[in-house]
């Protein structure tokens, strides 16, 4: 492909990711500007290390299989400047405690989310939606047919991470330590 065929393309994609906003689907981009996505999938990626090298206030983030352009974190600052005081949400323990549930086992129940805490998460799920961190991903086929939560691209933006396949891996023995320590405490509670 020549160089002022690709710089066309990239062009083409950095309009439509800026335009856009949200994260947008290879296969979208791919019809976009009329290439297949093996092809627009390389473009995509030779941006991503042009922004890199060039060390541009923007880049590009893989998000599952779409992309986003978005602003580098190293900026944040200069951002606040301009729009005074951004929107932060503060995860406690309780939200990051529910939001480790409800990313490692989804799609989840409230219920299930509260077998495992221990205690009523109602609160916490529904902050977790509120932040776009979880959100509804389907009914359960069961009696009363139970919301499911999943996780929200904006996790997986917010954790830097592609996919929740990239969530760190449990280590069994850490799994077995865990289980001992809730038998232990649930014995102490039922001693009282």
Known sequence: METV????????????LFTMGDSVELGKIASAIEHDEETTRKIVHQMMDKYQAEDRGIQIVELEDS????????NYDY?????????????????LETLSIIAYKQPVTKLEVEKIRGVKSDHAVNKLVEYNLA??????DAPGKPILFGTT???????????????????????????SEAEEEVQLKLDV
């Open 153 to 179: 691209e904006e996790f997986l933006r917010r954790f830097s991470i592609q996919s929740v396949d990239d969530l760190p891996v449990l280590n069994p023995e850490q799994v077995e330590h865990f289980k």
């Open 5 to 16: 065929e690709i710089n066309r393309l990239e062009s083409a994609i950095e309009a439509i």
């Open 135 to 140: 959100c509804e991903v389907g009914r359960l």
């Open 67 to 74: 992309f986003q352009l978005c602003t580098k974190k190293q």
């Open 79 to 95: 951002l606040i400047r301009i729009a005074k005081q951004p929107r932060r949400y503060v995860l406690t323990d309780v939200l």
